[in-house]
């Protein structure tokens, strides 16, 4: 006599419903890698030619993001394959703690480097159309992609999704203020607006970085 219990998703198929979203999460973070390498490609290029403290920061980020994006894929690829979180819950956990830790470091870059621009030390950054054109799409894209990132977390009831989608709404304040930073630099050359951009964001980058290295990506979510 079959059990009325719920399936343990370890021991049984998953059913077809279940599969299809976490094919669905798998592929949203899969887009992340691939937005995020370009991007981070793009900015920071982009922030070396112009000097702009806020579009290299920006770039950066979306190297650490890339990072948080390749450890989720893994995780949900696993239960695809193999039907068992165990082992990238497992690979989650240090993936979060480098993650954290490269966050940090970004913060003391940050600080350091836009602190001392903008007190006048150092060359002023140069307007970047490329980076205005770059943080402009990813304002409009990330949020997009957030969105579809925690219909699928809540779904599958996904912490690690869910702190995915939290980086990336993250992302699309830090493209925002970057946005903010290089467009009043080009248009009323306020020269300190770029490192005051890049200053502004120093403690969201913080609280992410901490809540990586302490695993709290997502207060209030239930296991998965």
């Known amino acids: 006599m079959k059990s009325s219990a719920v399936p343990d998703s370890q021991n049984l198929p998953l059913d077809s419903e279940r599969l299809l979203l976490l094919r669905k999460g798998r592929n949203l973070t899969l887009f992340t890698i691939a937005w995020n390498v370009i991007e981070g490609i793009i900015a920071i290029s982009a922030g070396v030619v112009a000097n702009s403290v806020a579009l290299i920061s920006f770039g950066v980020d979306s190297f650490v993001e890339t990072s948080s994006a390749v450890a989720v894929s893994w995780r949900l690829s696993d239960e695809i394959k193999?039907?068992?979180?165990?082992r990238a819950e497992s690979i989650e956990k240090t993936a979060s703690k480098i993650t954290g830790t490269i966050l940090l470091l970004l913060a003391i870059y940050i600080v350091i480097d836009a602190g001392r621009r903008f007190f006048g030390f150092g060359e002023p950054a140069d307007k970047s159309v490329v980076g205005m054109v770059l943080t402009a799409i990813s304002v409009v894209v990330m949020p997009i992609v957030a969105r579809a990132k925690l219909k699928v977390a809540k779904a599958i009831n996904s912490r690690s999704l869910r702190a995915d989608a939290i980086e990336t709404i993250a992302c699309t304040w830090l493209s925002l203020a970057t946005l903010i930073g290089l467009?009043?630099?080009?248009?009323?050359?306020?020269?300190w607006a770029d490192p005051l951009a890049a200053l502004l964001v120093v403690p969201l980058v913080v609280k992410e970085g901490l809540e990586a290295l302490r695993g709290e990506h997502c207060c209030g979510c239930s296991g998965e």
């Open 82 to 86: 193999h039907q068992s979180s165990e």
């Open 183 to 191: 467009g009043l630099n080009a248009i009323l050359g306020w020269a």
